[in-house]
């Protein structure tokens, strides 16, 4: 079946079963792949990508959803000012280890910057809690949150 769906800007038509997963469409079919598999089941966030701005995990998001949405991935977040702060304390602070989760870890960072632009503790908490880093890097995550936050506001 053939769908046309808006990703980083830009229309893509695609044919691929309606039940398929966003996060293969993106990696398989539009050779995304800075969006990673981790779990398959909405229970580690790597798959993390942005719907009309709205962090979804991918894996278990059925391409027939996501109809005319604006589906944003790794690739595009840093032409956003957000996502170029989040991005840049992301090197200053050296925040990945493997590197496998952080895709995700970033993705759900600049939507949560965007929706409060200077959040505490349990706003980070409850922001990123579904974002899995095997590597336990989360003291950095949450310092290069508050880093990014700190640059948005200069
Ligand atoms: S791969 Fe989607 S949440 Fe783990
Ligand atoms: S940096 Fe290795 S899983 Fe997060």
């Known amino acids: 079946m053939q769908f046309t769906i808006q990703v980083n800007g830009a229309p893509h038509r695609v044919d691929v079963d309606g039940e398929t997963p966003l996060l293969w469409v993106l990696r398989d079919t539009l050779d995304l792949k800075g969006t990673k ?3 398959g089941a909405a229970q580690c966030g790597a798959c993390t990508v942005h719907m009309d701005g709205h962090p979804i995990r991918s894996c278990q998001t059925p391409i027939a959803a996501v109809g005319n949405a604006a589906i944003t991935t790794i690739e595009a977040i840093g ?5 170029r702060n989040v ?3 992301w090197i200053d602070l050296d925040v ?3 590197g496998y989760c952080q895709a995700g870890q970033i993705m759900s960072a600049a939507a949560l910057l965007v929706r409060v632009p200077a959040p505490t503790d349990q706003d980070i908490n409850a922001a990123m809690s579904g974002n899995v880093c095997r590597c336990a890097t989360y003291t950095r995550i949450r310092a290069a949150i508050k880093q990014a ?3 948005g506001s200069a």
């Open 87 to 89: 991005q840049a304390a």
């Open 37 to 39: 598999f981790g779990c």
């Open 96 to 98: 990945p280890q493997c």
């Open 149 to 151: 936050a700190a640059a």
């Open 79 to 83: 032409e956003t000012k957000v996502g």
